[in-house]
Nanobody, 119 residues
Framework: QVQLVESGGGLVQPGGSLRLSCEAS????????MGWFRQAPGKERELVAT??????NYADSVKSRFTISRDNAENTVYLQMTSLKPEDTAVYYC??????????????WGKGTLVTVSS
């Protein structure tokens, strides 16, 4: 089993920056990919960014503003957010895909961290 804990959320003014962190507990041997999703009130959860074997993927709405990265141990994923806009306000969730011999890739979710962009 894997536990994901997000941190770094908070209040920031438009145009500001914020860095989110997500630490996965336990062995990272079986983690195939990690990523960030977000959900704003009244909207469905959407993909923000993913990283797997050095390959990154971003939603069109955050390209050139957000950067996803992993540490050398690949058990922590970061989301560096710049030029933040009010529409970026949402609960941000960490996600990891973990390989299981019997079940294939099992997805784990963090509890989320709130990012509020407002002046």
């Amino acid at each position: 089993q894997v536990q994901l804990v997000e941190s770094g959320g908070g209040l920031v003014q438009p145009g500001g920056s914020l860095r989110l962190s997500c630490e996965a507990s336990g062995s990272s041997f079986g983690i195939n990919d990690m990523g960030w999703f977000r959900q704003a009130p009244g909207k469905e959860r959407e993909l923000v960014a993913t990283i797997s074997s050095g390959t990154t993927n971003y939603a069109d709405s955050v390209k050139s503003r957000f950067t996803i990265s992993r540490d050398n141990a690949e058990n922590t994923v970061y989301l560096q957010m710049t030029s933040l806009k009010p529409e970026d306000t949402a609960v941000y969730y960490c996600n990891a895909g973990v390989y299981n011999y019997y079940r294939g890739v099992v997805r784990y979710w963090g509890k989320g961290t709130l990012v509020t962009v407002s002046s």
